[in-house]
């Protein structure tokens, strides 16, 4: 009888220890989650922080360019002007005139009746 009582002495001895341990690494676990909670708050902050200065920015940015687009209007109607008397030029520039058109086809015409 004193060996079955040595037996569940021992058995709750090691019980205890398991425990023990146990207990320990759940501490060690809620410490190890409360530090990553605290963390992932950090985070939020900082993607909180970021969208609002994205978003600031955006709307800056947008305004900006409402602003200006009654300006880009008129740029691209000056551009387009522009543009049209560069062709215009170049065409007129290169351009055989009318009167040495038709005095070369005559010429070639006379030569082939010959």
């Known amino acids: 009888m004193s060996d079955q009582i040595n037996q569940t002495n021992q058995k709750d001895a090691i019980q205890d220890q398991e425990i023990a341990l146990l207990k320990h690494r759940i501490d060690d676990t809620e410490e190890l989650a409360e530090e990553l909670r605290l963390r992932v708050r950090k985070l939020e902050k900082w993607v909180w922080g970021a969208g609002a200065v994205i ?7 947008g305004l900006a360019m409402a602003a200006d687009a009654r300006t880009f209007e008129k740029e691209e ?5 522009l543009t049209q008397k560069i062709r215009q030029y170049e065409a007129e520039k290169e351009r055989t005139p009318v009167e040495d058109v038709l005095k070369n086809a005559l010429k070639e015409w006379e030569l082939w009746q010959q």
Not at 55 to 61: F, H, K, N, Q
């Open 55 to 61: 978003s600031a920015a955006v709307t800056i940015l």
């Open 77 to 81: 109607m000056t551009v387009g002007v």
